[in-house]
Structure formats: C-alpha cells, structure tokens
C-alpha cells in the first residue's frame, strides 16, 4: 500500500522558523494536508494543497511541494509556544477516498 | 457554528464484547469517514459513509461495521472486542471534495 513518512521529533526555539518534511510514496496523489493534534484532541486542519501547486501560503504556514521528489514540507514563521503539537502530513490518491496518514512529527517549542 | 461532535468521550469494554460509537458531522456537510488512531501512530482509515452507504473501506476486518442516517450523522460498529482494539477512534466529516474536518474522538479501551 500507499506510505507516507515523516521524521518523529523536531525542537526549536520560540521565534525561530520550524520546517517539518514529509515524503510520501503515491504517485497519483492529488490532495496533500497538514493537520496538527494537540494532546487529548482530534486533528485540526491546518492547510493543504493541490498536487498540480508546488507553494502555498497562508500567514506563518508555507508549504512546498516538490512532486518529482515526492516531498512535502511545512513551514512555521515565528513559531510559538502554542505551536507545540503533533503534524500530521496526509495523502489523497486520485480515485480514492481515503486519506493516507504519517506517524506525525512532535514539536516542541523551547521558550 | 458546530464542528464534528463524536459521544462518547471515553469508554471502557471486556474483551468479546460490542461497542457502538457516534458521529454527528458539521453543519452543512454530508459524507462521514471513520479513523483509527492507535496510541503513537497517524490515523488508519476505516471506512467512509455517503447517502448512506459505505463508499470505500480500508483494511479493517468485518467486525467493523458502520450505518449513515438520513440526517447524515453516523455509527461505528465494533463486535467482539479485542486488546489491540483499543484506540482513540476519529469521526470526520466533509462536503464532496472538500477537506476533512475531524471531531475530537472517542478514547476506546479494551480491557
């Protein structure tokens, strides 16, 4: 089947950019999401982007995408200490429904 | 405006045992999908309900069963209950091809 990885651990200083990578195997992905848990919460929905874009931005969040490589990445500006959660990168393959899930990626945001 | 509100919050079961988890999906929003989260790993899709059928289904065994109501909130099924069954299961609901909303889960354990 379909996998999608991602590295376990990231630590940074509040104030500092955070960059979260995600490779992913499915080469008919069309949709790629970033969602961020929180302990004892559900997935929130962060950003996502369509495989025919390679950036996209929304205030602090940038993603890339590069779809030759199958790599995705998540960029945090001025991170804070609110931002300390799990991200979880996640797939869509064309002609599917499901969604395709990484372990997630803890942050954790030193003060 | 509600989001994906799941009930229970917790539950405790025996092993063989049946458990019946609930979903009501945000406002506006007609297809359910359902997700296992085991404790460390990204969420494993189970299923997906649409006009109240099961649309696509992940590798989950038959014990999992699932039902979509005419007002589109949605149930999962669990029969004979085993330890590895314990999990935070996650309800998401979406319009057609919009992104996944997740509510907040219900924490399952099998004892």
């Known amino acids: 089947g379909e996998d999608v990885e991602q590295s376990l651990f990231l630590s940074v200083r509040e104030g500092d950019s955070s960059v979260i990578n995600c490779t992913y195997t499915?080469?008919?992905?069309?949709?790629l999401y970033w969602y961020k848990q929180e302990p004892g919460a559900g997935l929130q929905l962060l950003t996502y982007?369509?495989?025919?874009?390679d950036m996209k931005q929304d205030q602090r969040l940038t993603v890339l995408l590069n779809k030759k490589d199958k790599h995705l990445s998540l960029r945090i500006a001025d991170t804070q200490t609110g931002d300390s959660a799990i991200y979880f990168c996640?797939?869509?393959?064309?002609?599917?429904?499901?969604?395709?899930f990484g372990k997630g990626t803890k942050l954790s945001v030193i003060p | 405006d509600a989001g994906v509100t799941q009930s229970p919050t917790h539950l405790i079961k025996t092993r063989g045992q049946q458990v019946t988890l609930r979903c009501s999906p945000k406002s506006g929003h007609d297809t359910v999908s359902w997700y296992q989260q085991a404790l460390g790993q990204g969420p494993q899709f189970i299923f997906q309900?649409?006009?109240?059928?099961?649309?696509q289904r992940g590798n989950f065994p038959d014990r999992f069963s699932g039902h979509q109501f005419p007002n589109y909130s949605s149930e999962l099924n669990v029969n004979a209950l085993l330890l590895g069954d314990s999990a935070l299961y996650l309800c998401?609901?979406?319009?057609?091809?919009?992104?996944?909303?997740f509510g907040n889960g219900t924490r399952l354990t099998v004892t």
């Open positions: 499915d080469s008919s992905s069309t949709y």
């Open positions: 982007i369509f495989s025919n874009m």
């Open positions: 309900y649409y006009e109240e059928e099961e649309r």
């Open positions: 996640a797939e869509k393959g064309a002609g599917s429904y499901q969604l395709t």
């Open positions: 998401a609901s979406s319009l057609r091809n919009s992104p996944l909303h």
